[in-house]
């Protein structure tokens, strides 16, 4: 008897720059176990998983950023 294959589903951290204030955050998101999951940075800039994480500047309410770098975790 075989054992199942363990899925690895990767994580990821957001590095988000507030369009209003400038302030820098970091948000971590757990990529869904679908079969086309981004599964490194460059498949999470394509994603669309990725268009579909909200954003919400908590100094200054703007929803307005922009990404600056992902980086795996």
Do not use: T
Request: with cysteine; aromatic share 6%; hydrophobic share 40%.
């Amino acid at each position: 008897m075989g054992m199942p294959a363990l899925k690895c589903r990767p994580s990821f951290e957001l590095h988000i720059r507030c369009e209003n204030c400038m302030r820098e955050s970091v948000r971590e998101v757990d990529v869904p176990d679908v079969d086309d999951a981004p599964i490194d940075p460059e498949d999470m800039i394509d994603s669309a998983f990725l268009q579909s994480i909200p954003y919400h500047c908590q100094p200054c309410g703007s929803v307005i950023g922009r990404l600056f770098n992902i980086v795996m975790v």
